[in-house]
């Protein structure tokens, strides 16, 4: 099934996404990752954002930390969180996406988003992170959305932030509107107000690319539709386990996306920002 923006005509990240919700009959990939593509595609997404993930905050304990997700969609990172100890709280501009993050998880702290502006307190966060959401809205808000990224995270707080790269800032579909890394970065570290952490570039399917990519070279690629649906997919199931190796192998340049984790840094009383020891 095809996404063709959900008959939802010119984008608009508010429309799209409660459409999204609402076509996904509760299939969370469907709701969140990408439309039109088989569940395994997005399992394997899935991992390796987890991995990723895991790598930006294997040496972070998160015990007692109050963490806030920002585009928290059907609540997809909660237990990861909270089994590290955390306490969690997730925004999202569509009440459907909500709807199915509060009956996947009973108890769960899910608030609605009416503006790009958080509806929290200066420095409330000691970690606000957000997976491949910012990179959906318009340069000119995802500026503002990383601005109160910032404003509600504490002192020596932690952002994170995983999202599409590219090599100049340019729409690249419908909903797609990614920068160069480095880009992201200037961004998040203007006026000293944080700091890089860690930096880790992104490919997903790996070994599915890798072996097209072999195959198309030796011109071995025209393979009967079914025969290349069915190796698609057992390379992305065994990708699931190898994937995440491969990662370390892969060039920087062939990355499609960036996990991104910064600090922010203390303002001093002259409302200038200084960077942490």
């Not at 808000?141 to 090599?167: N, S, Y």
């Not at 070279?217 to 390379?235: C, H, Q, T, Y």
């Amino acid at each position: 099934m095809k996404d063709l923006h959900l008959n939802t005509g010119k984008y608009d990240p508010k429309k799209y996404w409660e459409a999204r919700a609402r076509s996904s009959k509760e299939n969370i990939y469907k709701a969140v990752c990408m439309f039109s593509i088989p569940t395994i595609e997005n399992v394997a997404l899935e991992k390796m954002q987890q991995h990723v993930f895991d790598l930006l905050i294997k040496d972070i304990n998160l015990k007692g930390s109050n963490v806030l997700e920002v585009g928290c969609g059907v609540g997809r990172w909660v237990y990861f969180i909270t089994s590290r100890g955390a306490s969690y709280i997730g925004v999202d501009i569509s009440e459907s996406m909500l709807e199915i993050a509060r009956k996947r998880v009973p108890g769960g702290h899910f608030y609605k988003l009416n503006s790009n502006k958080l509806p929290f307190e200066d420095e409330t966060f000691d970690f606000v992170f957000s997976i491949t959401v910012i990179h959906h809205n318009p340069y000119e808000e995802q500026t503002v959305l990383i601005d109160e990224l910032i404003r509600v995270t504490k002192p020596g707080g932690l952002i994170l932030l995983m999202e599409g790269i590219a090599k100049k800032r340019e729409q690249t579909f419908f909903n797609m509107f990614p920068r160069p890394k480095d880009d992201w970065i200037k961004e998040v570290t203007k006026n000293s107000r944080a700091q890089v952490v860690k930096i880790k570039h992104i490919h997903w399917w790996i070994l599915r690319d890798v072996v097209f990519g072999l195959m198309r070279r030796m011109g071995i690629s025209k393979a009967s539709r079914e025969n290349m649906k069915v190796l698609n997919a057992f390379l992305v199931k065994l990708g699931i386990y190898l994937d995440k190796y491969l990662l370390h192998l892969f060039p920087r340049r062939w990355a499609s996306s960036a996990g991104m984790l910064f600090k922010k840094t203390v303002r001093d009383v002259n409302g200038k920002w200084r960077r942490l020891p």
